[in-house]
């Protein structure tokens, strides 16, 4: 499967930017699904994860309440709704597909496919 994200860019404080992540070369609906990131000088770190199977959602604690994760399966496309953006988001943001046990989702071994990163960048 290969992960394609798009959408990044550069907006203000209290913007709000969606990120979308299409697949290809295999079926997306099998595999749970995510995204990372990883800001300048940083470690990647886990931003959300949305279940194989029935649609539970898990967020990191610094994005709860202002992301929001989705997917279509038809599609084969995952989605990532960033609302409120601070400049602490300012990141690349990777998208992800593996078949993480729940207690691993936060972990990047859990995943088999990474997309190739998109660029958020948020001014104050």
């Known amino acids: 499967v290969q992960l394609q994200a798009s959408g990044g860019g550069l907006v203000q404080a209290g913007d709000s930017l969606r990120l979308s992540c299409a697949a290809s070369?295999?079926?997306?609906?099998?595999?749970?699904v995510g995204w990372f990131r990883q800001a300048p000088g940083k470690g990647r770190e886990f931003v959300a994860h949305?279940?194989?199977?029935?649609?539970?959602?898990y967020y990191a604690d610094s994005v709860k309440g202002r992301f929001t994760i989705s997917r279509n399966n038809a599609k084969k496309t995952v989605y990532l709704q960033m609302d409120s953006l601070k400049p602490e988001d300012t990141a690349i943001y990777y998208c992800?597909?593996?078949?993480?046990?729940?207690?691993?989702?936060?972990?990047?071994?859990?995943?088999?496919?990474w997309g190739q990163g998109a660029q958020v960048t948020v001014s104050s």
């Open positions: 949305l279940r194989r199977s029935g649609g539970s959602t």
């Open positions: 992800v597909a593996g078949t993480p046990i729940l207690s691993s989702i936060a972990q990047e071994g859990g995943y088999y496919y």
């Open positions: 070369g295999g079926t997306l609906s099998v595999y749970g």
